[in-house]
């Protein structure tokens, strides 16, 4: 029989409990401000991309607009379509587009029917592309039977093209293509964004030189571009062509409710002067 010594048993091994990963308070609270840095940083890019790309699409619009006023043209032996400045509601004379919408009056029926758009006499030309009228930064609300309702229009064509226009300061009226010659076609500009306070009807009244001081120490703002595009606005041409244009000086601020007065004079107003002098020519 073995004599030796019993053998001795190995106990088991103490299980030490793991520690638990996880943040402490300080390194959550570096987490969220290195998050906020960063959305800080990120936002305004993201915000600038935003209105880069509404500019694109709005100058694709615009170039729509362009198309449909030229064959417009070219199928009625180059007479411009008409642009007249009447309040009948509805129209005794279908113009380019149909509709008043004077914002803060509510129940104007041009503020959300779509259908005036398409019964106005560049309808046919831009099929069901209604969306074509308004930008997308034009985010303006008209009260209708009671209900808000988004409006449908955003885009005025320029008040010297084959309008009724009562505020002539110096400047001719053209009715026919052949008319538009000084400042050329490809310096005319047809359509414009109208800032949502301002548009009314079909035609952009476009500041007037007092006086009809050639040097343009008269200039006011009558109705207003709209700057949905970082203080820009898209704008078409008798030529075809659109672009965004930038403005020099800020607009007058929002809230003006309709009237005839318009702002007051703005000395040498560069923005003002420049749509006059791209409006027609001088008599």
Known sequence: M?????????????????????????????????????????LPALSKAKLKAQGILCMGNMKQMALAWTMYVGDNNDTLPPNQSDWIEPQKERKWVLGTM???EPDWLGHTNILYLKQGKLGPYLAESHQVYKCPGDRSMAAIRGNSHPRVRSVSMNGYLAADVYLNQGLRVAFKLNEIMDPSPSQTFVFIEERADTIDNNFFAVGSLAFRDPSGSGTRWIEIPANYHGNASTLSFADGHAVIRRWIRPMPPMGRTHN???FPVDPYNPDCLWLFNHATGRK
């Open 102 to 104: 004077i914002l803060g």
């Open 2 to 42: 073995w004599r030796g010594s019993s053998p001795t048993l190995n106990p088991e091994p103490t299980m030490k409990p793991t520690p638990q990963a996880g943040f402490t308070l300080i390194e959550l609270l570096v987490v969220i401000a290195i998050i906020a840095i960063l959305a800080g940083m990120l």
């Open 260 to 262: 005839d007065a318009g």
